[in-house]
């Protein structure tokens, strides 16, 4: 049997986002920014990536600072709604 644990807020995490990858340079980086920002989550270090051997997907590691389980939950949600994000944990 797995013990479930609660998420004490708040919370530093690190952020991985797996996105396809963009021709142009920055472009997920920039839409992976505004999303945090319309949630009202600050970044809590430097951003970063790594591509797929065939280069087809980068991931990203992104140290956020979550205050609530709401933002979290916001966070997830657009995440989601992104077309170029394949996963996020």
Do not use: C, W
Not at 15 to 31: C, F, I, P, R, Y
Not at 51 to 62: C, D, E, L, N, P
Request: positive net charge.
């Amino acid at each position: 049997m797995t013990a479930q644990h609660e998420v004490k807020y708040p919370v530093t995490i690190a952020l991985k986002v797996v996105m396809h990858s963009k021709e142009e340079a920055g472009k997920n980086v920039a839409d992976l920014m505004e999303i945090l920002k319309n949630i009202g989550i600050p970044l809590r270090g430097a951003v970063s990536e790594n591509k797929s051997s065939a280069g087809k997907y980068t991931s990203y590691t992104i140290p956020v600072y979550i205050e609530t389980k709401e933002k979290m939950h916001a966070l997830y949600e657009a995440l989601k709604a992104h077309p170029d994000v394949k996963f996020a944990i």
